[in-house]
């Protein structure tokens, strides 16, 4: 059944040694079931944070949860005595801590079944069916859906953030819970359910967490923008799109190729600005977005702040939006080329690439097509090429050894009209081309 790494079972032994029960809980029993790796051991124990700490010198302890952490190579344990909780306040914090005599209630005190079993070395504990769950690909709350939200709206999140990271279904009376304590998530703080959208989002179902968001009306709390997209209409005469902007935006997230979960929430959130461009002429029936691009623009930039992501992160969503409409033409100039590297920014060239892949087949599209890998080459063969002066394969020196200048201004001159024929084409970035360049009679007398 579950094989525990050594370093685990000497730890657990310490604690029978000195009579104290000793379990494995939570994620980690879950993923051993599961077959998938684990470095995140949580631990439950009879042991008080101040018996835990007399068994390991090393160990420290600086939560409010009493849970003690014992560093062990790689890794940090995490120790905690068996806890339950009552009196919830405000759909967030427990009022008080009790600990509780029994593994069992410890384990009624945790979100799901499949969440909520635990294992002593030999036997597992799973008084709610739990590993029964898990073979039936099924998320499910421990004890009355209804009650368990009411206590703490993040496991709304949760529920679905476990779902899409484990492939798994949602049970039927969570779903309806879910549904009817939808709005609790307005009472978490911003930044833990930006940690779970992200985790969805990051997760191998990102998709399918989505549209349980949007299904279940979470949705609505977390992302209203994105909300609003489902009753855009986009089929139109001439048009190759066939869904509406939200359903595109979720068909895209579902086939961008991007593992970056910021790349993936911009491929989500690229079409936001749709709803308040929508047009519909009234003869022909043609419907069109302009500039919806430059709204997006700025929604994402409030919804970056909303849910208080990093400067760096916002700073990508933002540009990923705003030039999501880049055109691939074969008759792009270098120039044009260039520009466009040097908005979007070489580090985020491949998330732009991403969200187009994404883009395309979320509307019915093939993945690519010639002129977007001809795009794709040009810009590999344009980067090739100097951005700077100081990108040149001369330098000042090489400058004044070859006209056998002194240090001055002339010198700085010359290599800006070089770099200017490099920039036009007219001369390979090559030593030996550039050189013979400025040794060209008349080239470099600067006026
Ligand atoms: P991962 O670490 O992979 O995100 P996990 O299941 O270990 O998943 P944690 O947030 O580390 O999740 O929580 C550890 C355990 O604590 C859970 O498995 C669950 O038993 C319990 N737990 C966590 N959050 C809650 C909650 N909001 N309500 C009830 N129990 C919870
Ligand atoms: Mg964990």
Redesign the pocket.
């Known amino acids: 059944m579950i094989k525990l790494p050594s370093s685990i079972s000497r730890l657990m032994q310490v604690f029978r040694d000195h009579r104290y029960q000793i379990y494995v809980?939570?994620?980690?029993v879950?993923?051993a079931l599961l077959d998938l790796a684990?470095d995140?051991w949580?631990f439950a124990t009879s042991a008080t944070p101040e018996q835990i700490q007399q068994l390991f010198p090393d160990s420290f302890y600086h939560n409010q949860y009493g849970t003690v952490s014992v560093p062990s190579q790689k890794l940090i344990f995490e120790i905690t005595p068996f806890r339950q909780?009552s009196d919830y306040r405000d759909a967030r914090h427990p009022r008080q801590i009790r600990w509780a005599k029994t593994i069992e209630q410890d384990?009624s005190?945790?979100?799901?079944t499949v969440?909520?079993m635990a294992f002593d070395g030999k036997t597992l504990v799973d008084p709610w069916h739990g590993a029964d769950h898990l073979r039936e690909k099924k998320i499910k709350t421990?004890g009355d859906p209804f009650q368990?939200f009411r206590?703490?709206g993040?496991?709304l999140m949760?529920a679905v953030?476990?779902a899409a990271?484990l492939g798994f279904f949602i049970e039927e009376s969570t779903r309806q819970a879910i549904r009817d304590n939808a709005q609790l998530i307005e009472k978490i703080s911003a930044e833990r359910v930006r940690d779970e959208l992200m985790?969805i989002i990051a997760s191998p179902h990102p998709a399918d967490g989505v549209l349980f968001l949007h299904n279940t009306g979470l949705l609505h709390y977390i992302l209203p923008e994105l909300e609003a997209c489902f009753s855009v209409p986009q089929k139109s005469p001439k048009r190759h799109h066939i869904f509406d902007v939200g359903t595109h935006a979720v068909m895209a997230l579902k086939h961008c190729p991007s593992a970056d979960p910021v790349t993936r929430l911009a491929t989500l959130l690229h079409d936001i600005g749709k709803v308040q461009t929508f047009r519909k002429d009234a003869k022909t029936g043609l419907i069109t977005f302009y500039n919806h691009e430059v709204v997006g623009t700025r929604l994402v930039e409030k919804i970056a702040q909303r849910l208080k992501f990093s400067n760096q992160d916002k700073a990508k969503l933002v540009t990923l939006v705003k030039y999501h409409q880049f055109t691939v033409t074969e008759v792009a100039t270098d120039k044009a080329i260039r520009r466009f590297i040097r908005q979007v920014g070489k580090e985020n060239l491949n998330a732009m690439l991403d969200l187009r892949t994404g883009d395309r087949i979320g509307s019915g599209a093939k993945p690519t097509s010639w002129r977007l890998e001809l795009f794709k080459k040009r810009l590999v063969e344009v980067q090739k090429e100097p951005f700077k002066v100081t990108d040149l394969k001369i330098n000042g020196h090489d400058v004044m050894e070859t006209l056998r200048l002194s240090p001055g201004p002339a010198v700085g001159q010359i290599l800006a009209k070089v770099f200017a024929r490099v920039v036009d084409g007219q001369v390979k970035n090559q030593k030996p081309d550039l050189i013979k360049l400025i040794k060209q009679p008349g080239f470099s007398t600067v006026h």
């Open positions: 809980v939570g994620g980690a879950r993923d684990s995140n949580d909780e384990l005190r945790r979100d799901f969440n909520a421990v368990r206590e703490d993040l496991r949760r953030r476990l990271q985790k």
